[in-house]
């Protein structure tokens, strides 16, 4: 059993190493550049978490959480100084991520996935 | 031992003398004035116009900081992940290579931003002139402004026709073109359409450079009171109302003008360099 992981960053390149730092057997992950693109994805394929950026182009992770599915929980990941946002987000994630915090969610997210199967 | 207190007076003092028509003196004249009292107001003015400059940079200085951070984190995160990455690639050349080229890309738009911030760390009070190309100062402020463009979706455009020079205290002339920047992203913001545009050109003797906004423009009953200080068409809290009076005082003193523009459709300031001998074109 994989979990399944979106990650929406308008910086190419963070989600490239997202990608190349976090991807094993057991975590699949999927990365969009764009909010429409990840929205629609979302409502198709919906995945056991989502990460998203505050800060994209037009819009921001607030935004496009809003957009979707509210059951699926999600990280938003921030490079702004600011420590409070609106939303019902699992955690908030300050960049730079640490590999660390990144590792132990999913670890625990897998453990919970095979106690819940 | 005793001491006295001693106390400086600036004195003016004019003198003429009349001759006859064998150039020999036949009168001297002359005045002289106390003007301490002048002296004194205008060091004063000086230091006040000081004070309020720096209070400026800071304000300035507090609005950039947190879109600034978003411009270092996000470099920062691509070094950091692309470290990670290099144990894990140690024995493929070709990703290796890869991560190298991200780590110093990313480097290189940290010292751009860090470099942009050196326009607000002096605090000396002395003008320190040199001659400087005005489309790298521009390009300079819009990648601080940048960020802040970004957060609002506000279109920063820079329309460049003009390669000349001016002399000038490259950062006190950058702490004005970042001010006109702000206040035409935080006018457009709120429109549908969002753009701060800056046009650089040449005409006839002078170098001019205009900061335009899509923004709903400036109520005509406050125009005459733009350039004053602490005047301001923002909300409390959102800015202090130094900057255009600090601009033209700036411009001011580097023989330059400002202008707002009224005869455009969209608010447009005109900022006016005069050229001379020194104004030559980059190569």
Redesign the interface.
């Known amino acids: 059993m994989s979990l399944k992981v979106v990650y929406l960053d308008d ?1 190419p ?2 989600c490239t ?2 990608e ?2 976090f991807s094993s057997g057991n975590v699949i992950i999927k990365t969009f550049v764009d909010a429409n693109a990840a929205i629609d994805y979302v409502r198709i394929n919906p995945p056991d978490i989502i990460f998203l950026d505050y ?1 994209l ?2 819009t921001t992770g607030v935004q496009v959480a809003i957009k979707m599915d509210n059951l699926i929980p999600k990280i938003l990941v ?5 420590e409070e946002f609106s939303g019902d987000f699992f955690k908030v994630f ?4 640490l ?1 660390t915090q990144i590792n132990e969610l999913f670890t625990q997210l897998i453990q919970q996935q095979k106690i819940t199967a | 031992m005793s001491f006295q207190k001693i106390k400086i007076f600036w004195l003016e003092a004019f003198g003429s003398a009349e001759c006859d028509s064998d150039n020999l003196v036949l009168t001297l004249s002359g005045t002289c004035q106390d003007i301490t009292e002048l002296v004194l107001i205008e060091e004063k003015s000086k230091l006040e116009r000081a004070k309020a400059q720096h209070s400026a940079k800071l304000a300035s200085l507090g609005e950039m ?2 879109g600034i ?6 470099p ?7 470290a ?2 290099l144990e ?1 690639y140690a024995n493929n050349p070709e990703k290796l290579f890869e991560k190298k080229l ?1 780590i110093i890309s ?1 480097t290189e738009r940290i010292s751009k931003i860090v470099y942009g911030l050196r326009k607000f760390s002096r605090t000396s009070y002395k003008n320190k002139y040199s001659i400087k190309s005005v489309s790298h100062i521009i390009e300079e402020c819009l990648i601080l402004t940048d960020a802040k463009a ?2 609002h ?1 506000v279109a920063l455009i820079f329309n460049k026709v003009s390669d000349s020079n001016v002399e000038c205290d490259e950062i006190e002339i950058s702490q004005v073109f970042i001010n006109l920047i702000n206040n035409g992203i935080d006018a457009a913001m709120s429109q549908d359409e969002k753009w701060v545009q800056i046009k650089l050109f040449d005409f006839e003797d002078h170098i001019i450079i205009r900061f335009s906004d899509s923004g709903k423009g400036i109520d005509t009953n406050v125009i005459h009171k733009l350039f004053q200080p602490f005047f301001t068409t923002k909300n409390i809290g959102e800015g202090t109302g130094l900057g255009l009076s600090i601009a033209k005082g700036i411009l001011d003193e580097h023989k330059a003008s400002i202008e707002l523009i009224s005869a455009e459709k969209n608010t447009c300031f005109e900022v006016k360099f005069k050229k001379n001998e020194v104004n030559a074109h980059v190569s």
Request: no cysteine; charged share 25%; net charge neutral.
């Open positions: 910086e390149e963070l190493l997202f190349e730092m800060r182009r037009q921030t490079g702004d100084l600011t300050h960049k730079p991520i590999n | 900081a947190a951070a978003h411009e270092i984190n996000n920062l995160s691509i070094i950091s992940g692309s990670q990455l894990q991200s990313a970004k957060r979706s």
